[in-house]
T-cell receptor, first 113, second 111 residues
Framework: SQTIHQWPATLVQPVGSPLSLECTVE??????LYWYRQAAGRGLQLLFY??????ISSEVPQNLSASRPQDRQFILSSKKLLLSDSGFYLC????????????FGQGTRLTVV | EDKVVQSPLSLVVHEGDTVTLNCSYE??????LLWYKQEKKAPTFLFML????IEKKSGRLSSILDKKELFSILNITATQTGDSAVYLC???????????FGKGTKLSVKP
């Protein structure tokens, strides 16, 4: 069966520090991978998606970047965090094609202080 | 601009009540509509709807899609405290099939 791992679960970082959140998927090959952010009282905002190794699409301009160095690994990064980067970050995967559901990791609660 | 709007944003009911959650959408190249339940961390999948008028049912939960009026409802009958959660509606769009989420409905079921 497929599983998705996301870490760390919580993170407190000072403004201006770098960020690296990692997500890995097991039990499937060549999945679509996604990074979402969920701010308090808001829905999930799609940040990045990837349909293959090295292929990254950004949905919104921001202070963050994403990379997919391996088929089942998706990394969310920042060189210098801003206060506004605080939020709940969720990684997700889906099979290629349409009419397929997304499966989510447990999320990372990031607080920038 | 594509958007998904859920209502109400929050709802408080008592055990045994029946609730209806609403989701309307304006999305180009619609593919499907999905419902998720988010209790603490990871949203868990409930339903995927692709055709109008066909009810999907799982236990006390059911959902239906109206592609003409661009909305969906999620019904929960005989609510239990374990149903307390944020319910998220998402629409799959475009050739890549990306999901756009609404803000969610926070449901609180009191004993």
């Amino acid at each position: 069966s497929q599983t998705i791992h996301q870490w760390p679960a919580t993170l407190v970082q000072p403004v201006g520090s770098p960020l690296s959140l990692e997500c890995t998927v097991e039990g499937t090959s060549n999945p679509n991978l996604y990074w979402y952010r969920q701010a308090a009282g808001r829905g999930l905002q799609l940040l990045f998606y990837s349909v293959g190794i090295g292929q990254i699409s950004s949905e919104v301009p921001q202070n963050l970047s994403a990379s997919r160095p391996q088929d089942r690994q998706f990394i969310l990064s920042s060189k210098k965090l801003l206060l506004s980067d605080s939020g709940f970050y969720l990684c997700a995967w889906r099979l290629h094609g349409v009419n397929t559901e997304a499966f989510f990791g447990q999320g990372t609660r990031l607080t920038v202080v | 601009e594509d958007k998904v709007v859920q209502s109400p944003l929050s709802l408080v009911v008592h055990e045994g009540d029946t609730v209806t959650l609403n989701c309307s959408y304006e999305v180009t190249n619609f593919r499907s509509l999905l419902w998720y339940k988010q209790e603490k961390k990871a949203p868990t999948f409930l339903f995927m709807l692709t055709s109008s008028g066909i009810e999907k049912k799982s236990g006390r939960l059911s959902s239906i899609l109206d592609k003409k009026e661009l909305f969906s409802i999620l019904n929960i009958t005989a609510t239990q405290t374990g149903d307390s959660a944020v319910y998220l509606c998402a629409v799959e769009r475009g050739s890549q099939g990306n999901l756009i989420f609404g803000k969610g409905t926070k449901l609180s079921v009191k004993p």
